[in-house]
């Protein structure tokens, strides 16, 4: 399963970090996904990050914003969102290869 | 950019009955490994996804056998042979030969 902390409420321009810890299987050896979702709508893939780290892809919006990394030992998956917009607004969730997704945590960007 | 279109976007079903959901992508999903990078995924409300067909046809662990993938190319189809109350929700296809992209969504409710 994979198990996510983070997120909140935050002002435009404030910046949060998500994390993600997997447990119950090799977390080294999946790529991770971050997706998100904004109220009412569908699923947007985010930022993605290889098994060893060498490789990260970004959705256009968020590119210069959001980083994504990870630390295998710890099992864990990080999204460290800065410049945060009102559009930004979503549940954010972790994916470990397509099939294992955390439980979701809710991003809100407001004044 | 992949874009990936549903159809219907909306379905009410009788329990019992069949159903039946359309996607399809604006570029082959056929990767030079000789894979087929097409998934289907069930969102019920309150809910993270969670993964019902990988690659075209395989049903995921636990998935009932009610449920087949089929599909080559760009064009797919997610049927359910007899739907029953716990298989209304939102039902996504997603891409992850470029990237992910997911369909609109398709919303299956009771008659």
Redesign the interface.
């Known amino acids: 399963q994979m198990t996510q902390s983070g997120g909140g409420l935050v002002p435009p321009g404030g910046s949060l970090r998500l994390s993600c810890v997997g447990s119950g299987f090799t977390f080294g050896r999946y790529w991770m996904t971050w997706v998100r979702q904004a109220p009412g709508k569908g699923l947007e893939w985010v930022a993605n990050i290889k098994e060893d780290a060498t490789d990260k892809f970004y959705l256009d919006s968020v590119k210069g914003r959001f980083t994504i990394s990870r630390d295998n030992a710890e099992k864990t998956v990080f999204l460290q969102m800065n410049s945060l917009r009102v559009e930004d607004t979503a549940m954010y969730y972790c994916v470990s290869g397509s099939s294992v997704w955390g439980q979701g945590t809710l991003v809100t960007v407001s004044s | 950019d992949i874009v990936m279109t549903q159809t219907p976007l909306s379905l009410s079903v009788t329990p019992g009955q069949p159903a039946s959901i359309s996607c399809k992508s604006s570029q082959s999903l056929l990767y030079s490994d000789g894979k087929t990078y097409l998934?289907w995924?069930l969102?019920k409300p309150g809910q993270?996804?969670?993964?019902l067909i990988?690659e075209v046809s395989n049903r995921?662990s636990g998935v009932p056998d009610r449920f087949s993938g089929s599909g080559s190319g760009t064009d797919f189809t997610l049927n359910i042979s007899r739907v029953e109350a716990e298989d209304f929700g939102?039902y996504?296809c997603?891409q992850?030969i470029y990237?992910?992209?997911?369909?609109?969504?398709t919303r299956v409710e009771i008659k």
Do not use: A, D, I, N
Not at chain 2, 48 to 51: D, F
């Open positions: 998934y995924y969102q993270s996804p969670q993964l990988y995921f939102v996504y997603m992850t990237m992910w992209t997911f369909g609109q969504g």
